[in-house]
Every structure is written in C-alpha cells, then in structure tokens.
C-alpha cells in the first residue's frame, strides 16, 4: 500500500488540547429523563456524570438543546440563545457545565446555523413582511410558470422549494425539511448575527462547537437545474449547494470572526469535501480543528442520504477507504474519529457482517479499531455498551424525517414495502436515538415514567449500562482501558500524537502501527476467519483471553483485535 506522508508535518505535530480529548456524544432527548417526562433533558445528564467520568471521557459533545418545534429533534432552532423547555433551563446548564468542570470534563454544543426553525423570529417576520430586513435572511424566488425555481431535491426528500402563503408564485427554499428554511449567507448582516451569537456562547464558558452542516453554507448563485438522479425527476441539492465553490470566503471569516478568537475547539461536519481540498478545511491555517470525514462510514449504502441503494462491501474495501482517510488528514491536519453518531445506524450492526459476532467480541473489536487511529475519538452514546440497531415492522414506529422520507422514496424507486422497511431498518436515524438502555427494567431505567419519547429497541435484558459497568470483562470495561492506554498510560504520546502507518495484511485484517516514542501495532480480523498476522510484542490489550501463537506467527480468532507493543520489552 502507498502511503505518501509528510514527514515534516509529522515531526512538528504541535500538541493541542483538543487533539488529547476522547469525546463523548450525547443525544439529549434520548440519554436520561430526570423529570419522568418521557424526554431525556440538561438535569438526566448532570446526573450520569459519574458515568461518563468513570468511564474516563474528557469532553461532551451535547446534541442541540437550544428552542425548537423539534421537527428534526433540535436541528430546527427557532432561538439561538433559548433552552428547549423539555430539556430545562440555561440555570440547568450552567449547572452541568460546572459539574462537568469539576470532573475534569469540558463541553461542546451543537452551532446549525446553515438553516433555523421556520419558526424562528427572522424567518416569521420574513413571511409576515416581505420588506423586513429579515427577508433577505433567508432565500426567496420566484417561481417558473408556476413551477418552483428549480428541480432542486432537499436532503429529506421532495422539492427544496415551499410556497409562501398568500404570495403568488413565490417559494422559500430548504436544503432539509420545509421547516428548516436555509439561512442567506450571502447577506453579510446575517453573518454578523450569527458570529455575535457564536461569541456569546463562547464567552459562556463552552469549549467550543460541533458545527452541523457546514458545507451547505454556499449556494451556485445560478440557481439552475441539475440533471435528473430519480424516479421523483429531481436532482440531489448537494449537486448544487454541497461545498461550492465561494464556500471558502464564507468559512475563512466564520473562523476569524470568532472560533479564532478564543482557546476553543471546532469540529467541522463536512460531508462532500475531497482530499485534496483538506489542507483548507483543517491545514495550518484551516476553518476548524478537525473534520469528521463520512467517505468509510456510509461504506454500506452509496449516497449517504439514499439508503435504497446498498453496497455489498468486504472489510478490504473498508480498509482500503480507512488508510486513504487517515493518510489524507495525516497530510493536512487533525481528524476527528467515530463509528457512530445521531444520523449513522449502530455500529456492530453495520460493520460486523456476521450476526453471530454482533455481541461483544464484534463491539470490542471495533472499538480497538478506530479508537486508536490519529485523530481525536468520538464516541457515541450506547456504543460503549454495544447497543445494536432495531428491527421495526410499521413505519408507524419511525419519527426520523429521513427514515419516513426514504421509505416513501424506496418505494418510489420501485421496491416492495418489505423491501423499503428493510433499508430503513439497516439505516434509520432512529436506530442510535433510542433511549439509553441504563439497565434491564421495562423502560431501560431511562426515565423516571414508563414514558419514552421513541420505542426502545428492545435487547436491554442482554445489554445494558448497569450489567456492564460491575463486569471486567464487559465493553464497557475495555472502553475504559482503552481510553486508560490512549491517555493515561507510557503509550500516550504515540497514541495521540504518533505517525499513523498502514500494516500490509491478509485482506480481512485491518492492521496500523502508531509511532511515537514507543511503537504500537493494532490488527482487527473483520472476518469470521482465523487469520493470521506477523506481529511481534508485548499484548497491551486483547478482545480475547488469549493470542495463539502458532510457528512464530500469530493467529487471530475471528473478529479478534489486538494492541501490540512492538518488539518487546527491549523496544
Ligand atoms: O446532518 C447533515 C447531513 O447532511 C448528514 O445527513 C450527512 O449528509 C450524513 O451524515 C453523511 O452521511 C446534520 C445533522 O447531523 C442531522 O441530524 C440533521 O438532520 C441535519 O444536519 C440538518 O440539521
């Protein structure tokens, strides 16, 4: 495998708080629900910080929780600097941020600011009065002989152009749902709010950001039709708005305006962005910190937004796509790692292709697997414990926009309702915002009510938090010792900061070295296969109770993973 790398990047790999911290991401309506409401809130997080500071997590990345219709579960804002009520007070999050200080654990929030809520005040009085100054917050245009602008088609499905009430042949557009009308970046007023909003926050004592959709920002000014990529005889809006060409003005000043000003951290979602564009997004002197790079997540489907069209990948594929992600940041900056978040489905379900192993040798094994790349790890809710993805009968039992949207869409594509249910239980959002399973009771000790927000999925007697945490040999134990090894071991400097190299292995094996100081060597059979590898060293860490050696090789059992202190003692 070629591997091309900058050495001197490498060598001058300046140390940064943010690249020390292993993040945990939390889903607030589905963590815990301290008020039996049936909604998870502020106080149910402050109450499981023991939790998450046992497990050894230095920093939160808390999900929106800012006013909201919630159509999109607080991806839809209506105010900026309001706490949703179901989730409580800005009293209850002062109050988590300091509790969380105390614990050595810092925090970042959610910024959506490519879109708000419909309901937001600015995009109220843009409707009410087309002379407001607000109306140029948002995008409006005419229509074509009574056709929307164009045949742009938004990431939830149907036309990004909803009429105006009232007003002939005028449209507001939306690059999600309807509800969440895009915001003008154009218009430099709009920026100037939107970066004094950025500051208050910060000045709140926040760590910093996860900035949601950001790639959206700019729009092809043109506005024109894109060819036809569906039976709906529309075309993909990210042809069009996905970063354009111009983005890079709007994000330059993003940063000066305000993540720039202060110590914090900014991690870009940035889906869309190629390689070789890397250096702008996250280089020396880039717009964020890091970038969570999406080209090996949805390795299961091929349009992240289209779940009807899957893949059948084998784990060289997934390796093939892992090394170019990790050797094109390596080249440019700082990533930032996950298996798992709020739109992806879980994990163990996704990526362990036999189901025998979807247990916790599976949820080990690919813990061991991206937790030690170079970058900053993410972890999301439920994954430190296994959770696995639901099977649902009735797309009843959905609440995901996108799950009821490509649903409706499979079976425009022509599959059968048996088929469309299929897709949307391997891919469904809703699949990681189940409520928390924090033991084996009827509601998974989620909420003080019987009350839940969304269906659990159901395996809580097998899996769940309180089994876990007392069990050695549990997920949950093995999260700990990889964080211990990552941060508070003799390997830490290797494993945050050391050079990443790919390992030439059999195809089913995923196998890197991280160099520092001290050299470590990780291997992850992806098959349920023995398969053997060329390793010597100490054993630091091991999904299984053993290693087989066999004629000074070494052989993995299937699904093993294993961390290796290479060559020894001496080394
Ligand atoms: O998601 C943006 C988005 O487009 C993702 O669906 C992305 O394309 C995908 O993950 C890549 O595989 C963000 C939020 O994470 C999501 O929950 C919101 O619904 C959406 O923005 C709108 O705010």
Known sequence: METVL????????????????????????SFYDSDGDGIGDIKGITQKLDYLSNLG??????????????????????????????????????????????????????LVVNHSSDEHAWFQTALTDSNSPYRDYYIFKSGEAGNPPNNWRSIFGGSVWEP???????????????????????????RQEIYEMINWWLEKGIA?????????????????????????????????????????????????????????????EAPGVPYDQYDQYIGEDGYFNMIFDFHYADIDVENGSEWFRRTNWEPQDLKELLFKSQTAIQNSGWGANFLENHDQPRSLSKYITDETYQNEIGAKALGTLFFFLRGTP?????????????????????????????????????????????????????????????????NAGFSKSNKTWL?????????????????PESIYSYYQQMIQLRNRSVYRNALIYGQFTPLETADA???????????????????????????VGEVLLNNYPELTEQNHAKILKPYQAVVIRKGGNHD
């Open 57 to 110: 997590v230095t920093m939160l990345w808390i999900c929106p929780i800012f006013t909201s219709p919630m159509v999109d579960n607080g991806y839809d804002i209506a105010d900026y600097k309001g706490i949703q009520v179901e989730f409580g007070t800005m009293e209850d999050l002062t109050e988590l941020i300091e509790a969380a200080k105390i614990k050595g654990i810092k925090l970042i929030l959610d």
């Open 509 to 535: 094996v995923i196998g890197y070295e991280r160099s520092g100081e001290k050299t470590l060597q990780i291997f992850v059979n992806l098959s349920n296969q023995e398969q053997i590898i060329e390793a």
């Open 6 to 29: 900058n050495k001197e990047k490498i060598l001058s790999e300046e140390q940064s708080f943010w690249k020390e911290e292993v993040v945990y991401q939390i889903y607030p309506k």
């Open 164 to 190: 105006v009430q009232n007003e002939e042949n005028m449209y507001y557009f939306h690059t999600f749902d309807k509800k969440q009308p895009d915001l003008n970046w154009e218009n430099p007023e709009l």
């Open 208 to 268: 910093g950001f996860r900035i949601d959709s950001i790639t959206f920002i700019k729009k092809d000014q043109d506005y024109g039709n894109a060819p036809i990529d569906g039976n709906d005889g529309l075309s993909s809006v990210k042809h069009k708005t996905r970063n354009r060409p111009g983005i890079e003005t709007f994000l330059a000043e993003l940063n000066r305006e305000t993540f720039q000003k202060y110590e914090c951290v900014s991690v870009g």
């Open 455 to 471: 269906k659990l999925t159901g395996d809580q007697i097998e899996v769940n938090a309180a089994d876990q945490v007392q069990r």
């Open 378 to 442: 993410f972890i999301y809710q439920g994954q430190e414990i296994g959770m696995k993805n639901f099977q649902r009968e009735s797309i009843e039992d959905f609440n995901d926009v996108s799950s009821i949207d490509n649903y409706h869409r499979s079976i425009m594509e022509g599959f059968s309702e048996e088929e469309a249910m299929n897709f949307v239980n391997h891919r469904s959002r809703d699949n990681t915002r189940t409520p928390f399973q924090w033991d084996a009771s009827e």
